[in-house]
C-alpha cells in the first residue's frame, strides 16, 4: 500500500491512547454518517505497543484520592470489562494496604467509590485489617496496617495482548496504522495557527485534525507544537509560582520474581487480587536483614504468566535533568540509563518478604536478565492534560497514567465530534493558571 499524502485524522502514537482513540473515533464516525475508520490514520515511529504501552505492569484500578480521577477510571474500567477477552483483562480486582498516615484519605476514597457506586469493601483497625488479610493469604505478615481497601472491580490486563486487541478493533473499523513512521515536526497554516500537515521521515502528510497520544514522548510535541517549555501555576497558597516546568521525567521501576506464578494464589485456591501495600513500617532486608528504610514506602504485585513470575514494582524516582536533555529512546529495556538496577532487585524482593512469608528468600529467583523499566513524562502537578491547542490538534498528555485509562480515547473522540465530556473537564490545560489542582495524597507514589 502506498504511503499516503493527506488523512482527515492524524493520530500520532500506536499505544492505549492513540489505538484506543482510533477505535472509537472510527465507531462515532460510522454510527453518526459522518465518516469511517478510512478517515484515520494511526502512525507510530516503531511499532504497536513499543512505548509505555508495551511494557507497562497492567494494573487497572480505580484506587484514586482525587475524585476526577476515580470518576475517569471508573469509565475506563466499564470499557475494560466491555471485552475482556480482546483486551486481555483479568478482573481480579485490586486491593490498597494502608498504614495510619493514610487511614483518613482511603477512608475518603472508599466513601466516594461507594457514592459512584463503585463496588468495594473497607476494613479499619490493625487487629481487622490482619484478619481480613490472613483470610486471603494464611502467610500474610505485613506490619504497620491500619486499612484495606478492597476493590472488587478492576485487576490487571497484558500489555502488548491488549495494545493488539485495540488494533485489531481500530483495523476492523477501516482504521490504518503504518509503523516506522516517525513524526519530526509539524506544518502551520498561512493564516493561522493550525496544523496542516505532519513532516515525517517518509513525507509530508497532509491532515485536518491532529491526536497526540505519545506517552513519554508528549514533551516533544509540545515543543513542536511551540508551547511553553515553563509555565505559570497559581498555587493552593493562593499565589502565582512563576518559571515552573512544565514536563518532568520520572523513572518507573518494575520487575518479575521468577517463581511459577501458581505459587501466589489465595488461600483457596483463586487467584489474588492485585496487591498494591504503603507502609511506614521498617524494612529490613531479606538477603542480611540490615534496615533498607524506616520511611514511608510502598509496592505492588501479582501473579502473572504472560512475566512469567509474579511481577510488579515499587515507587518511582524522579530524573533531576532538563526534559529536553533526558535520553527517552532508545526506551524502556533497550535504554542504557533508566533500567532497574540492584539496589530496586534487593529492595522490592525484600518488600515482598515483608508482605508474605512466601516470598521469604527468594531474592535470587529475581529475573535479572530480562531488563525492565521505563521513563513516564510527568505534568507540574502529576496529573493528565486533555486538551486542544493550537485549534486542531488534541493533546493526550497523561503523565503516566496511560494503560490503565482506556477508556479515555472513548471520550476524546467524542470531543473530537464536537461533544464535550464532563470526565476531561477537570485535566484541561488552563487548570495550572486557575489554580485548579487536584489535591494530593499522602501516597509514596506521585500517581496517587
Not at 66 to 81: D, F, G, I, T
Not at 319 to 342: E, K, L, M, T
Not at 372 to 392: A, H, I, K, Q, Y
Amino acid at each position: 500500500m502506498s504511503f499516503p499524502s493527506s488523512t482527515k485524522y492524524a493520530v500520532i502514537g500506536a499505544g492505549v491512547h492513540g489505538l484506543s482513540t482510533a477505535y472509537h473515533l472510527a465507531e462515532m464516525l460510522r454510527a453518526q454518517g459522518k465518516g469511517s475508520g478510512a478517515d484515520i490514520l494511526v502512525v507510530d515511529k516503531t511499532s504497536i505497543a513499543a512505548g509505555a504501552s508495551g511494557i507497562a505492569c497492567g494494573v487497572v484500578r480505580n484506587n484514586y484520592y482525587q475524585p476526577a480521577m476515580r470518576e475517569l477510571m471508573a469509565h475506563s474500567v466499564s470499557v475494560w470489562e466491555s471485552d475482556p477477552s480482546a483486551y486481555s483483562y483479568h478482573p481480579v480486582g485490586y486491593m490498597q494496604i494502608s498504614p495510619e498516615v493514610m487511614h483518613e484519605q482511603v477512608a475518603t476514597i472508599y466513601e466516594q467509590q461507594k457514592a459512584i457506586g463503585y463496588d468495594s469493601v473497607f476494613i479499619e483497625g490493625a487487629a481487622d485489617c490482619q484478619k481480613y488479610m490472613l483470610g486471603l493469604f494464611d502467610d500474610w505478615q505485613a506490619k504497620g496496617i491500619t486499612s484495606v481497601l478492597h476493590e472488587k472491580r478492576g485487576g490487571y490486563a497484558n500489555n502488548t495482548a491488549s495494545m493488539y486487541g485495540l488494533a485489531n478493533k481500530a483495523e476492523a473499523e477501516g482504521v490504518r496504522i503504518l509503523t516506522g513512521v516517525e513524526v519530526r515536526g509539524f506544518e502551520f497554516g498561512s493564516n493561522s495557527g493550525a496544523v496542516t500537515a505532519l513532516l515525517t521521515n517518509r513525507g509530508t502528510i497532509a491532515c485536518d485534525y491532529v491526536i497526540i497520544g505519545a506517552g513519554p514522548w508528549v514533551s516533544r510535541f509540545w515543543t513542536m507544537l511551540e508551547q511553553p517549555k515553563h509555565i505559570s501555576i497559581k498555587g493552593r497558597d493562593g499565589k502565582m509560582h512563576d518559571n515552573v516546568r512544565m514536563w518532568t521525567y520520572w523513572c518507573l521501576e518494575e520487575g518479575t520474581l521468577g517463581v511459577d506464578p501458581n505459587m501466589h494464589r489465595t488461600n483457596d485456591g483463586g487467584f489474588p487480587p492485585v496487591i498494591h501495600v504503603d507502609t511506614d513500617a521498617p524494612l529490613y532486608s531479606d538477603v542480611d536483614g540490615s534496615l533498607i528504610t524506616d520511611k514511608l514506602w510502598g509496592l505492588y504485585y501479582k501473579p502473572d504468566f504472560n512475566f512469567g513470575g509474579v511481577q510488579g514494582g515499587s515507587s518511582p524516582y524522579k530524573v533531576d535533568q532538563d526534559p529536553d536533555d533526558v535520553a527517552v529512546d532508545p526506551y524502556g529495556p533497550d535504554s542504557p540509563d533508566f533500567v532497574v538496577g540492584d539496589d530496586f532487585i534487593h529492595t522490592w524482593c525484600s518488600m515482598l518478604a515483608h508482605c508474605q512469608k512466601r516470598f521469604e528468600g527468594k531474592t535470587a529467583l529475581y529475573k535479572h536478565h530480562e531488563k525492565s523499566g521505563g521513563l513516564g513524562c510527568f505534568t507540574p502537578d502529576n496529573f493528565p492534560v486533555f486538551d486542544v491547542f493550537r485549534e486542531n490538534v488534541y493533546v493526550i498528555a497523561d503523565s503516566n497514567h496511560g494503560y490503565k485509562m482506556i477508556g479515555v480515547g472513548q471520550l476524546v473522540a467524542q470531543e473530537v465530534m464536537g461533544e464535550k465530556s464532563a470526565l476531561l473537564e477537570p485535566f484541561r490545560f488552563g487548570r495550572f493558571a486557575k489554580g485548579e489542582l487536584h489535591p494530593v495524597s499522602n501516597s509514596p507514589f506521585p500517581w496517587s
